[in-house]
């Protein structure tokens, strides 16, 4: 089968190359990648940002979606045919995290998506909602179920405010599934169209933070007392902001560190205590999480947005990602 491997660090260095097809062990199913999609956290891994010490060859990719083609002895959950996408965490089922269920994240720990073939224990594919194709279900096990945790986060009431940061992947599900939960959400962008599109999918309010760079003021002003939540994808750089933007015992989800370690920022500490402000940390979810996920998904018909590409364009594709350009989810149609 054909794969991209992380052979060496650097987009260029992604390398097209071949691999023995994979057989089902036990309690295993062998799934034919339709679709995957990019994360962020892809690209860094990718430049040796995310793990230094990344063992390598390594293939990328933790997000995507294929047909069960063979299973192994044993295997009750599945049979051929059937339509799966890969769980992030693969041992991470069900209850709170422990050390032991977030060690072996696809495309980190072990081998990811980015293949023609891909073997996973049973336990580690959900079915995908009927309604998607694998273009859009290959959008799922990362940033929509980190999203679908981060709304989760605080106990939103109808009508509550939530403040969005960008337009990637994480933001755009943010956005849809805080929409679902009756919320008002405002949403902060470096750029006009995409605030545009934004306004499309729901989005209330939105502020182009290259034009206006106080927008924890602008937040304030449109919220009087603050967002009841905050769906903080910059880290760093955007932290203190968030703070000042937050509601009197708000919660801010930690989900991203876009921004890096070294932006500068001081993190305004009495606004914490002052504030009572929750912040409560997220990392992806569990499968059972991708489970309730999808089902409020099929009730709703929900559908995810972004952009195909094929395969071959793994390095462009990534490229996209870096600088950006990008709204919702950037996929790529294995064939
Ligand atoms: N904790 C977890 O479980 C988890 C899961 C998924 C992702 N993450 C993290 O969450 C972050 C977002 O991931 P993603 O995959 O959604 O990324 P993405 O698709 O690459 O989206 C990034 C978007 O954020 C916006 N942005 C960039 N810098 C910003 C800034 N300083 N302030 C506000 N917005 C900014 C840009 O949108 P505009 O052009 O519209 O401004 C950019 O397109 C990453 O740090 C990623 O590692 C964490």
């Known amino acids: 089968m054909h794969v991209w491997q992380i052979s060496s660090f650097g987009v260029d260095s992604l390398e097209f190359t071949e691999r023995p097809d994979p057989e089902p062990g036990p309690g295993q199913v062998v799934v034919r990648v339709h679709a ?72 980190g720990d072990i081998d990811g998506m980015l293949a023609e073939y891909v073997v996973l224990n049973e336990t580690g594919v959900v079915a995908v909602p009927d309604h998607m194709s694998y273009q859009e279900a290959a959008t799922l096990p990362c940033a929509a179920v980190t999203a679908w945790n981060a709304l ?48 499309e999918l729901g989005l209330d309010a939105g502020l182009n933070y290259n034009e206006v760079p106080e927008w924890d003021r602008w937040v304030m002003d449109q919220t009087g007392e603050g967002a009841d939540l905050i769906i903080e994808v910059g880290g760093v750089g955007t932290l203190p902001r968030s ?5 009197m015992g708000g919660t801010i989800a930690q989900v991203g560190v876009l ?20 912040i409560r940390g997220i990392y992806v979810g569990s499968r059972q999480d991708f489970l309730d996920m999808n089902r409020a998904i099929t009730l709703t018909q929900l559908r995810p947005v972004g952009e195909d590409f ?26």
């Open 152 to 199: 989760a986060a605080a106990d939103l009431k109808p009508g509550a405010t939530v403040l969005i940061q960008g337009t990637g992947g994480v933001s755009v599900f943010a956005l849809q599934f805080a929409r679902l939960r009756g919320a008002k959400v405002l949403g902060i962008s470096g750029s006009h169209d995409k605030l545009h599109r934004a306004y």
């Open 243 to 247: 703070l000042r933007s937050l509601r």
């Open 310 to 335: 094929p395969w071959s364009q793994a390095r462009q594709v990534l490229s996209r990602l870096e600088e950006a350009s990008h709204f919702g989810k950037l996929v790529m149609t294995v064939a």
């Open 36 to 107: 995957i999609s990019w994360n962020f956290r892809d690209l860094m891994m990718v430049k040796g940002l995310y793990n230094p010490k990344l063992r390598l060859p390594r293939i990328p990719c933790s997000d995507g979606a294929g047909e069960v083609v063979a299973v192994g002895p044993g295997v009750t959950l599945w049979r051929r045919g059937d339509r799966v996408a890969g769980i992030f965490m693969q041992n991470w089922l069900d209850g709170p995290p422990t050390p032991e269920k977030v060690r072996g994240a696809l495309g």
């Open 259 to 278: 921004t890096g370690a070294n932006s500068g920022e001081q993190i305004p500490m009495p606004a914490i205590l002052h504030k009572q402000a929750r």
